[in-house]
Structures are given as structure tokens and as C-alpha cells.
């Protein structure tokens, strides 16, 4: 069940921290392939954008001798909304950091933490206004990419994902797979804040990992275009699956591999969720459909590889666990 009145408001998925060993590599492969704008940068870092967004960034670079994860980083309405986060973090015995104003750039102050789950977590409620790019159309580049849309998480227990998500957070359940024979086992669920099908999903996997991030583009022609491009520039290996068109969420893809390994989608076609009382639709573990609905299936690296996520506290990797079922995918 969700709480009926937390204690704070999460508005959407707003960024991630992608640590990646060549900075330079990684920038000309977002900034020239994939066509995010570049807001700022430093020795250590490249901050971007897509050409919907109206803030700072929704992407970090971030230099490093180990290609992971920072963190991963949801706005809030408004800055009492982080204390009641910190509550809630000091009630599950979780330690938080805090991170001042300017310390990332471009965003006010903001809370972290590893959450129950292991990953490295971030809320804040500011952050300074760029450029609104989306009638700049002579700025408009490659994927065409007009905004971060979701993250997908690797994790053991999905069913403890989702308490933590919907009971705790207060986010809400779109669609979800169900393993067959197994009442009540999910494999798999995807959850919103804001309303369109999802900002998070969660996977039965080895975790906690990122499996991807998903950005939204506006047209599928936007997607063959970048496959075009990606194969053009000498990217043809990094094309791991697609185009296609997912059963959950309706959505036409194309998922690829940056330089380090991290996985990106480029998503759109998902449908309007803005009524709370609607009902998630259910799918089974054994319906083809639900992953592709058209389109070759995903190869077996699709389910196996992802990209391990840092401590929020001692910058190590977080030790990953296995999931207990074993159930297949397909």
C-alpha cells in the first residue's frame, strides 16, 4: 500500500551520474552522436541536456578510473520536501548526505543516500534554469533527444522494490509481469510520478545495477536516424537491440552502449497516466509480446549486463546479489 500522505512530494526522474573513463569520449558520443546540448563542463565532469529541458541538466559525466554509477537523482516540489525525505531515511536506519548548493553544478541543495535497495539516490528541489532549446530547431541534432524520461533497475526482489517505491515513495504502478504458476511473484514493474508510463522500473536481476536510462525523443524517425548515424560514425557494435516496439509501455526503442558499457535507450510513442485510480495492466512472464511486441527478441547480454552503482559514503561499488528465482525471460 502507499502512504496516503508522505511526508514529501516527488515530482520525476531528473538526472544521473555516469562515471566514464575517457570524459572526452564520453562527451562526443552524447554531444555528437546521440545530440544532447552541453551546459557546462570541467575537468572532471560534462553536464547536458535534452531540448525539452528546462534546468541545468539531466545527465552527468563524470571522470574516473572505474565506469559506474554516482547517483541517481529525483526532483522534489519543494526544499521542506527533502526533510521529510530525510525523515524517512532516518526511520529505515539509512546515513544521508548532504550536498550544498553549487556543489553539483547548477543545483541547489540535495539530499543522498543508499537507499534500502543499494542504490545511490539523490532528491533536491532546485536548480538554475538554461535555454529552453525545444523551438531551436537549428540546434536540434542527431537522436534529437528532448529529455531524460526513466531509469530501469536490476534488482533481486522486485516485490521489495516496489514497498519501497510505492509504499514508502509514493509512486504509482503503470504495468507489472507476473511469473506464471507463482501467484503473487512480480518479475518486473513499472512506476510513475509523473504521468506517463513510468520514471522507474524495476527488473529481477543480479543488483542493485542500472540496466538503463531512457531518454525521450518525439518521433520514431528520430530513432532509425540515429541508427543511421551511430552506424555511420563507426557504432555499429554499440547497437544492441532494436529498433522495435515494446508490448509494456507501447513504446517504439533502440538501446545502446556508450563507450563505457552503460546502457542508454531512446524511447517514445509511451501513453498518457494521469489518472491515479487507473489499474496497472498485467502481463506474464511467458508472453512474448510484453517485452517486443514486434522486433527481434533481446539478446542474452540484454538481461545479464548492467552497470554496477557506487556507495553514496565511500565512493566503493555496491556488492550485488543475486535473485532467488528462477524463472526465464524471454
Not at 550536498?99 to 539530499?111: H, M, P, S, Y
Not at 524517425?221 to 532494436?242: M, P, Q, V
Request: with cysteine; net charge neutral; glycine share 6%.
Amino acid at each position: 500500500m502507499a502512504r496516503t500522505s508522505p511526508d514529501f512530494n516527488i515530482v520525476r526522474t531528473a538526472h544521473v551520474e555516469l562515471l566514464v573513463e575517457d570524459l572526452k569520449r564520453s562527451k562526443d558520443f552524447y554531444k555528437d552522436v546521440l545530440g544532447l546540448a552541453e551546459t557546462d563542463s570541467d575537468d572532471s565532469h560534462v553536464y547536458l541536456r535534452g531540448m525539452e529541458d528546462r534546468f541545468h541538466h539531466c545527465l552527468v559525466l563524470t571522470k574516473s578510473q572505474r565506469p559506474s554509477v554516482g547517483h541517481i537523482s529525483y526532483r522534489v516540489r519543494t526544499e521542506n520536501d527533502l526533510s521529510g525525505l530525510a525523515s524517512l531515511a532516518e526511520e529505515k536506519g539509512l546515513k544521508v548526505k548532504w550536498i550544498e548548493k553549487g556543489e553539483e553544478a547548477g543545483q541547489g541543495r540535495a539530499l543522498r543516500f543508499q537507499d534500502p535497495l543499494g542504490f545511490p539516490v539523490e532528491f533536491f528541489a532546485k536548480m538554475e534554469e538554461a535555454e529552453w532549446l525545444l523551438q531551436h530547431f537549428d540546434r536540434y541534432r542527431n537522436a534529437r533527444i528532448m529529455r531524460i524520461d526513466h531509469v530501469n533497475l536490476l534488482v533481486p526482489e522486485v516485490s521489495r522494490g516496489s514497498e519501497w517505491y510505492v509504499g514508502e515513495l509514493g509512486f504509482l504502478c503503470s504495468e507489472y509481469t507476473e511469473v506464471e504458476g507463482k501467484r503473487h511473484e512480480i518479475w518486473a514493474t513499472w512506476l510513475r510520478r509523473k504521468p506517463t508510463v513510468h520514471d522507474v522500473a524495476l527488473m529481477t536481476g543480479r543488483g542493485p545495477r542500472l540496466h538503463h536510462i531512457g531518454f525521450s525523443v518525439s518521433e520514431k524517425s528520430n530513432i532509425l536516424d540515429c541508427a543511421d548515424i551511430l552506424a555511420s560514425k563507426g557504432y555499429l557494435d554499440n547497437i544492441e537491440r532494436g529498433p522495435g516496439r515494446h508490448g509494456i509501455s507501447n513504446a517504439f526503442f533502440l538501446y545502446v552502449r556508450d563507450p563505457d558499457g552503460h546502457r542508454i535507450e531512446l524511447f517514445t510513442g509511451d501513453y498518457l497516466s494521469a489518472d491515479p485510480d487507473w489499474k496497472p495492466l498485467r502481463w506474464k512472464l511467458n508472453d512474448p509480446k510484453r517485452q517486443t511486441f514486434w522486433g527481434a527478441p533481446a539478446p542474452e547480454r540484454w538481461f545479464n549486463e548492467a552497470s554496477q552503482v557506487q556507495s553514496i559514503l565511500t565512493n566503493e561499488l555496491v556488492k550485488t546479489k543475486s535473485p532467488r528465482t528462477e524463472a526465464r525471460r524471454k
